[in-house]
């Protein structure tokens, strides 16, 4: 026995987890209690994807015990099961099992749903922000407890069942369970179609090209739609801060309102001169509140846009690059705008290495990909469909495994459980934040995700991993309530529990719903779900439609825009420099010129000494009293105002000029974010 194993995976599960949270996360802005909370979900949601296939592993040596045992009474024989590298005690998994899973339940149902209503209740008290995300999830937990409440009296109706706290724990799991397969339904039979289909497009440039310049007309729809959002709130606040004066009672919470708004923003509020029939009223306290949570969901909207806009700019124009440098023959990755250049870029990835593999490596590598997708997602659907049927082995996996089991070939049982379980979490996953409904919540990368979408992404991985692997079980043959018949379960399986306690659910509901996901497949291979949103008004990306096309233009436009935009910046930004070279140089010179001066009055001074017998020479002296500087320092200010003596303190030879706000001529020393920081600590802004 062998603990490296199951400590190598424990390991690797907090290194990813930790990594992916720095990503997407911010460790230094976020609240602490929400950056521990987010990691603690996302590490137990990979725990499980990691050491499920070792637990497979231990059952099937077990599996293999058990039939010797059974079928020989000779013990010699055991010798015959050879023992995986990877087998720990039988109590192991038991434990970890009931400490990851009841861990992550607790926070998925109670921690985390509170979590998100606290962050974006607008109270200015710590009791009255809990009291606001209780209401808020009243509902939610009502309906919750109202489900429960109904098996409960069906259980204690039915005759020859007693409640015990075991099948209470196994009621609240069916629930969960069957919760997150309904949901993985929805999600796999999207994404077994959609991933494969978008890795085979993602080869040819210009398809790829085109649906971005449509997705960046849509985005900018949205933006500008958040920015009139939180220009609506900005005139609310200005109005609210002409009633409310210092001194008043609700001043100090309007002060933490105007906390959580970015500088820049704070000066466009006080520029703008409001209508003259703006009502100035003294607000309510729940006035300020509802305006406090407005705010804060105003201000997550626009950051999520502009965040989103920016990946989409730089993801357009690397596209356009690479489609010029396609029929380049210089085979050197020319761009339009040079970033900055590490010692990774000068050294490695040089531009003829960039070329090779955006021009040339890419799109093979993604066919290739998008071959091996198909393959996998065409044995998923096809083993959900049949995994119910024990003899003959219908499933594609549970084959696989059969084989392996005879042959003793651990290795293979654990790379097709690992290889399986994570592409069925990555349709999942990668499905959830791509949903209309769901335009909260976006993870950026480069630590721009806000703090309410990381909760609900851990939330996602907490509700979505345990029903997904308790799916892989069943594909395999490891569930012996899925095969109706004896066999030796995972110990994960035994502490999931079973769906026998409740009938209307062990009665082939969980065997034969998952068949479901080939009717979701067939109707996201011919496009009806998005061929049907577009009938309602949801614009859709359909090559056949007016609409499409009209977007796709806009969407070239907003682009071309955007080019000239930062164009211009890099030319005012080069001329800049080219000046302060020129000033630096000229400056060199004159001190230069001016020391030769010097020295050739020295010279003279000498001269004259030796020739004339004279003990000193200084030449001819003029001087003035009269100061003939205009206009003198001291009346400068009087003159023309403190705004016209230069600032001192600023040096232009360390200034940039940002390319987003070329147009305003803002420099980058004094730019600051459109969506301000919010104060970290447990408790907010309380």
């Known amino acids: 026995m062998s603990y490296t194993p199951l400590v190598s995976k424990i390991l690797l599960s907090f290194i990813l987890s930790s990594t992916v949270l720095y990503r997407y996360g911010n460790w230094f802005r976020h609240r602490i209690f929400v950056t521990l909370v987010v990691l603690l979900a996302w590490y137990c949601s990979f725990l499980i994807i990691f050491a499920l296939p070792l637990d497979v592993l231990s059952t099937v040596y077990r599996q293999c015990l058990t039939a010797l045992n059974a079928s020989s009474a000779n013990l010699s024989s055991q010798a015959k099961c050879e023992e995986p590298w990877s087998n ?74 007693d409640l015990d706290w075991s099948k209470l724990k196994a009621i609240a799991s069916s629930a969960s369970n069957t919760w997150g397969l309904f949901l993985l339904v929805l999600l796999l039979g999207y994404a077994l179609v959609e991933v494969p289909r978008k890795l ?75 209508p003259d029939d703006t009502p100035i009223d003294v607000p309510t306290e729940k006035a300020l509140i509802r305006l406090h949570r407005q705010t804060i969901k105003s201000l997550q909207v626009l950051q999520r846009t502009e965040t989103q806009w920016s990946i989409m700019v730089e993801r357009i124009l690397e596209l356009e690059d690479t489609l010029k440098n396609q029929i380049s023959r210089e085979r050197k990755f020319k761009k339009t705008f040079q970033g900055k250049r590490n010692w990774f870029t000068r050294f490695v990835y040089t531009p003829s290495v960039e070329w090779y593999w955006k021009c040339i490596c890419y799109g093979y590598t993604q066919k290739l990909l998008a071959i091996v997708a198909g393959i996998f997602s065409v044995c998923v659907v096809w083993s959900e469909v049949t995994f119910f049927n024990e003899t003959p082995p219908l499933s594609i996996f549970a084959v696989i495994v059969k084989v392996a089991k005879k042959h003793y070939d651990y290795f293979t049982i654990e790379l097709l459980s690992t290889m399986v379980i994570l592409y069925l979490c990555y349709c999942a996953y990668s499905t959830v934040l791509k949903i209309k409904v769901l335009n909260l919540y976006y993870l950026a990368p480069h630590h721009q995700t806000n703090e309410y979408s990381l909760i609900f992404s851990g939330m996602m991985l907490s509700r979505l991993t345990p029903p997904l692997c308790l799916n892989f079980l069943g594909l395999i043959h490891m569930d012996s309530h899925v095969l109706h018949s004896q066999v030796m379960e995972t110990s994960y399986t035994q502490i999931m529990g079973h769906m026998d306690v409740i009938g209307i659910v062990s009665h082939g509901f969980n065997i034969y719903f998952p068949m479901a996901i ?43 825009r955007e080019k000239r935009k930062r164009q211009r910046a890099e030319e005012s930004s080069g001329r800049r420099k080219e000046y302060q070279d020129r000033f630096r140089q000229r400056s060199s010179t004159d001190t230069i010129r001016a020391m030769h001066q010097l020295d050739d009055l020295e010279n003279t001074r000498s001269v004259l000494r030796d020739s004339h017998g004279l003990e000193s020479y200084s030449g001819t002296r003029f001087s003035s009293e009269v100061d003939t ?38 420099l980058e020393g004094n730019y600051r974010s459109r969506v301000g920081v919010p104060p970290r600590g447990i408790f907010d802004d309380v």
């Open 629 to 666: 500087r205009f206009p003198p320092d001291d009346d400068i200010d009087a003159r023309f105002g403190v705004s016209t003596r230069i600032n001192e303190q600023y040096d232009s030879s360390s200034q940039e000029l940002d390319p987003r706000f070329s147009d305003s001529y803002q």
């Open 200 to 274: 085979w497009n993602n080869s040819n440039i210009s398809y790829v090209l085109t649906q971005s310049y449509f997705k960046a007309a849509k985005l900018s729809s949205d933006k500008c739609e958040a920015e009139e959002t939180v220009d609506d709130v900005l005139e609310s606040l200005q109005a609210i801060s002409l009633a409310i004066r210092p001194g008043h009672i609700l001043h100090q919470n309007l002060e933490t309102i105007l906390q959580k708004v970015p500088a820049e923003l704070k000066d466009r509020m006080s520029r703008r001169q409001l």
């Open 518 to 560: 080939l009717v979701f497949c067939l109707a996201t291979y011919f496009s009806l779900g998005s061929r049907f949103l577009s009938m309602l008004g949801f614009h859709q990306f359909i090559g056949d439609d007016e609409m499409t096309t009209d977007l796709v233009e806009e969407g070239r436009d907003l682009i071309k």
């Open 88 to 161: 720990v005690p039988k109590e192991v998994f038991p434990n970890l099992w009931r400490t990851v899973y009841w861990s992550t339940q607790f926070l998925t149902w109670l921690i985390m749903p509170m979590m998100q209503s606290y962050i974006k209740a607008g109270d200015f008290t710590v009791k009255g922000k809990l009291k606001s995300a209780l209401i808020d999830n009243a509902i939610y937990y009502g309906s919750y407890l109202f489900i429960c409440g109904i098996l409960l009296i069906y259980l204690a109706l039915k005759p020859g069942i």
